[in-house]
């Protein structure tokens, strides 16, 4: 997984296992944002409206975009 991902030119910030005898290094910091924003997603496809656009219209569903992190937010 990792070739495939230096083929296109990325890099892997995949930690490597703990009971693996030589630990391949990863950067900490790109891996827990990374974490982050999918976690972030994770949330936001809770909302059923957000998750199969019910809206037709462009400008609505960019609305709600914009709703549902805030509604996140106030929680």
Known sequence: ??????????????P?????K????HDATAYKQRNRIERCF???KHFQRFATRYER???HFT???FL???IIWLR
């Open 1 to 14: 997984m990792r070739a495939i991902i230096a083929e296109l030119g990325a890099e892997a910030v995949i």
């Open 16 to 20: 490597s296992n703990r009971t693996r």
């Open 22 to 25: 030589v630990a391949i290094p």
């Open 42 to 44: 994770n949330r936001l």
């Open 57 to 59: 219209r462009t400008i």
């Open 63 to 65: 609305g709600f975009a």
């Open 68 to 70: 549902a992190p805030a």
